[in-house]
């Protein structure tokens, strides 16, 4: 393999810390590369070295020549003024790219949904990702540098950009150097790993899963080391307190004092575990939501608005306990525009000690769920029944709850907390407990404004946890924190005893501490027994109505495309000229192809695993296998195709 980029004895200093000492790594064609680490011990100053845009002190970084490499960093460049059209193609003429099915795959993966003429600047932070993610993959690039790819992306668009990664080049060629801290992410796509920490790095061999394993095998032989040490001091020891010298008081007093030190050398690496809290009790119903549809009025004009903003009794359910609301309660006033709803029919029954990860695109509901649970938002229609002895914990996307003390310090805050808690039957402060959650004693006098992402992030999970709830609402709890603090947070969760609802991207985060998962899917809540790849599934089977539409959205100026974006992008419109016995046919067609593709993938799933039992050098056994699996594959092409001209046939 011809090596593309590669860095020879590299150091790298900053004002208040060494970065990287004498480090050599080479990327070669065909790499795929994750880079793992805990956060500030310079994962993204590797890539940006690498990638030409930081000079190290010492040694040189080198490519192969004409190599070309396409940088992602973890905050884009683009123009708020420019254009969506502008930001991802430039000036590059029409036909070039929409003549291209690769930029088309692309386009359609990423910002379907995204205004094709709108501006920069009107975008979300996640609509923002997604138009950067699609610059940068439609070029040309021999190597591919991308610094937390799936910040801001949901699971389905992170299920796709993972596909593209792993198809983007033939096997052997490019390279791929990628920042996550996405594990699922980090095994689906990287074949080998960094891992940077104490300023150098350290290559392992395969995914995330086998790099875990590597590590703590590193680990064990390393206790191994220490533990051999501490037995020969102990021996030293021993023979010294046997000694002659031992008999006086000056020596023996030493010699205690030596075993006190021995006794409290701490491990090689930092082994970070907080014990569960204790919790207030719950009683026999937790939470109880019965068929209902959520939503938001519109004022219908300017006064609606003030009106709207005087009583922000409509939004707050009496005593958070029973957010019971009818059609009639809750009619259109004199100052209330029609109803948006955004959730229909919900019923989820929440009980004590339930482990819920809630599955769902962005803009499909999820937070408006949550609000619901809390009783923060009144159904349009429907019950809610919050128990008596609920006391929720949350922990928001945007970190809120803190909002009130970032002009505080760490420690003034934890002074207003109980000062000791019994953590698995000794008393323990928050400020030790804090000091497991990766926090010094001098950090303790940071005001909460100055920390960092993850930082504050770990910071509000503790305070959650000290305020002693029963019901723990977590939305997107992983994000700014690196694996190994990931890997903290799930041994916290996996042992905390309350009621538990998680709303995550993080894939491998959703199925470590959740016992079942929900998916909302076109403002319908639905059980997925079958954990993300079911969700995936009927993600991809049941677009949402906004998808429809703006997938076409890039190709509208397309020349001749236009026409057949437009004519698509009417699916569903009323007039539709359908009875309802034929749409009923169609119904049952499309569910019984659905059954029969299901069969097919089985059947097919059991022939390649049958092909690993056949005799290698049995050619005729292999080739009539072969055949079997190719025909299999057929016929679910062929259903996938009548599927979709039912699919096409209902919506139309």
């Known amino acids: 393999m011809a090596i593309l980029l590669g860095c020879d004895s590299i150091s790298l200093d900053f004002p208040t810390k060494r970065v990287f000492s004498n480090v050599t790594l080479g990327v070669n064609e065909g790499d795929r590369i994750g880079i793992v680490g805990r956060n500030g011990d310079g994962k993204s100053t590797l890539l940006s070295l690498l990638a030409g845009t930081l000079e190290p002190d010492d040694g040189r970084v080198t490519h192969r020549r004409d190599t070309t490499i396409g940088l992602l960093d973890q905050r884009d460049s683009l123009a ?8 991802v193609v430039g000036d590059a003429p029409e036909y070039e790219w929409a003549s291209s099915p690769r930029v088309r795959e692309i386009l359609a ?106 590590r703590v095998e590193r680990d064990r032989r390393a206790q191994v080391a220490e533990e051999r040490r501490r037995n020969m001091a102990r021996k030293e020891l021993a023979w010294l307190s046997r000694g002659a010298q031992a008999r006086s008081t000056k020596p023996k007093f030493r010699v205690e004092a030596a075993r006190e030190l021995i006794a409290d050398v701490p491990p090689l690496r930092n082994e970070l575990e907080l014990k569960r809290l204790a919790v207030a009790r719950l009683g026999k119903q937790v939470i109880d939501v019965l068929d209902v549809t959520a939503g938001y009025r519109e004022p ?27 059609a009639t309660a809750n009619a259109p006033t004199a100052t209330a525009g029609t109803p948006t709803p955004v959730l229909e029919d919900v019923t989820w029954l929440i009980g004590a000690g339930d482990r819920f990860g809630l599955l769902g695109e962005n803009g499909a509901g999820k937070s408006t769920l949550l609000d619901v649970i809390q009783g923060k938002l009144k159904p349009l229609a429907g019950r809610v029944k919050i128990g008596q002895t609920v006391r929720f ?42 000091e497991r959650l990766g926090f010094t004693q001098e950090q303790l006098w940071s005001r909460i404004g100055d920390l960092s992402g993850g930082q504050r992030r770990r910071l509000q999970l503790m305070f959650t946890l000290l305020d002693e709830p029963n019901v723990l609402i977590l939305d997107e709890p992983g994000n700014d924190l690196d694996t190994d603090m990931l890997a903290i947070v799930e041994d916290l969760l996996d042992s905390w005893p309350g009621t538990l609802i998680l709303v995550t991207h993080d894939r491998y985060l959703m199925e470590r501490v959740t016992d079942q998962q929900y998916a909302i899917l076109n403002g319908h809540l639905r059980h997925v027994p079958g954990g993300v790849d079911e969700y995936l599934r009927l993600a991809a089977a049941t677009p949402s109505a906004h998808q429809g539409v703006a997938v076409h959205a890039p190709a509208k100026s397309a020349g001749s495309s236009a026409s057949s974006a437009d004519s698509t992008g009417t699916e569903g419109a009323p007039g539709s000229t359908l009875s309802n016995a034929e749409r009923q046919r169609l119904r049952k067609e499309a569910a019984s192809l659905e059954r029969r593709m299901e069969t097919q993938h089985k059947r097919a799933d059991e022939l390649e695993a049958a092909m690993a039992a056949i005799d290698p050098t049995d050619y005729l056994a292999l080739e009539a296998q072969q055949q079997k699996i190719a025909e299999a594959k057929a016929t679910i092409d062929e259903l996938e195709t009548q599927w979709l001209e039912v699919s096409e046939q209902l919506e139309g």
């Open 300 to 326: 219908v004009n300017a006064q609606a608005k003030e009106a709207g903003a005087s009583q922000p009794q409509d939004d707050t359910p009496d005593n958070g306990r029973d957010a019971t609301s009818s």
């Open 393 to 434: 914990g949350v922990l928001s996307q945007q970190l809120d709850e803190l909002k009130p003390v970032m002009n505080d310090t760490i420690r003034e805050v934890l002074s207003r907390y109980k000062r000791s808690y019994i953590i698995d039957g000794k008393e323990t402060s928050p400020e030790k407990l804090l």
């Open 80 to 87: 708020n003024t420019d254009t969506v059209h502008h930001a």
């Open 109 to 214: 993966g990423l910002i379907a949904d995204v205004p094709w003429e709108g501006t920069v600047g009107a975008l979300s932070g996640g609509q923002r990702r997604r138009v950067d993610l699609a610059r940068l993959l439609i070029g040309t690039y021999d190597v591919l540098m991308l610094d937390e790819p799936t910040n801001h992306l949901d699971m389905r668009t992170i299920n796709w950009l993972a596909g593209h990664l792993k198809t983007r080049w033939q096997a052997g060629a490019g390279a791929l150097l990628m920042v996550t801290h996405d594990r699922w992410f980090l095994d689906e796509v990287c074949t080998s790993m960094w891992e940077v920490h104490d300023a150098t790095v350290d290559p392992f061999e395969g995914g995330y899963s086998a790099y875990i394993l590597q």
